[in-house]
T-cell receptor
Framework: DGGITQSPKYLFRKEGQNVTLSCEQN?????MYWYRQDPGQGLRLIYY???????QKGDIAEGYSVSREKKESFPLTVTSAQKNPTAFYLC???????????FGSGTQLSVL | QKEVEQNSGPLSVPEGAIASLNCTYS??????FFWYRQYSGKSPELIMF????GDKEDGRFTAQLNKASQYVSLLIRDSQPSDSATYLC????????????FGKGTMLLVSP
């Protein structure tokens, strides 16, 4: 059953804490993306990766970090430098044959 | 700065009517255009894509593209209450793994 798996579904962060959101795909897609969505807002690009061991900053990368050690995995760390982390985080992937973007089910991050 | 503009709505239509959702974009180099449907608390789902000027039909959905006017629209015929969702327009330059730029979405409400 191919798809994109994000975990956890809900995550709570304490002040000063770093948290990591998991994203795994078994679609054999080269490119992976992280978006942030705030209520009533569109999707804003945080980071993206076109190939293993390479990634680029998106429009709102400050306070976030990523790694791409495996093709299947693209974890996002929300660091303590991100002062307003409460949002719905979406991971997505895309293959090399078309521009279509497919999303995981998302992680809702809240601050305690 | 690439921008994608959508009316936030809500757009209210009665069941069985045609819903018309509109989107404009600023980057004339854009080549690929997508419509995503997002239910509250869920991740976006790709419902239509269009690359060439004109109309593209898929079931009750029709996407319309006019590159000269930098305008893309989505028509939903025979609207159903289950179509009530936020519809996101997304645009990309279609160069390699170019990123998608999303609008903020239009909320559609279909009343029985």
């Amino acid at each position: 059953d191919g798809g994109i798996t994000q975990s956890p579904k809900y995550l709570f962060r304490k002040e000063g804490q770093n948290v990591t959101l998991s994203c795994e795909q078994n679609l054999n897609h080269d490119a992976m993306y992280w978006y942030r969505q705030d209520p009533g807002q569109g999707l804003r690009l945080i980071y993206y990766s076109q190939i293993v061991n390479d990634f680029q900053k998106g429009d709102i990368a400050e306070g976030y970090s990523v790694s791409r050690e495996k093709k299947e995995s693209f974890p996002l760390t929300v660091t303590s430098a991100q002062k307003n982390p409460t949002a719905f985080y979406l991971c997505a992937s895309r293959d090399s044959t078309n521009e279509k973007l497919f999303f995981g089910s998302g992680t809702q991050l809240s601050v305690l | 700065q690439k921008e994608v503009e959508q009316n936030s709505g809500p757009l209210s239509v009665p069941e069985g009517a045609i819903a018309s959702l509109n989107c404009t974009y600023s980057d004339r180099g854009s080549q690929s255009f997508f419509w995503y449907r997002q239910y509250s608390g869920k991740s976006p789902e790709l419902i239509m894509f269009i690359y060439s000027n004109g109309d593209k039909e898929d079931g009750r959905f029709t996407a319309q593209l006019n590159k000269a006017s930098q305008y893309v629209s989505l028509l939903i015929r025979d609207s159903q209450p289950s179509d009530s969702a936020t519809y996101l327009c997304a645009v990309s330059q279609n160069s390699g793994y170019s990123t998608l730029t999303f609008g903020k979405g239009t909320m559609l409400l279909v009343s029985p």
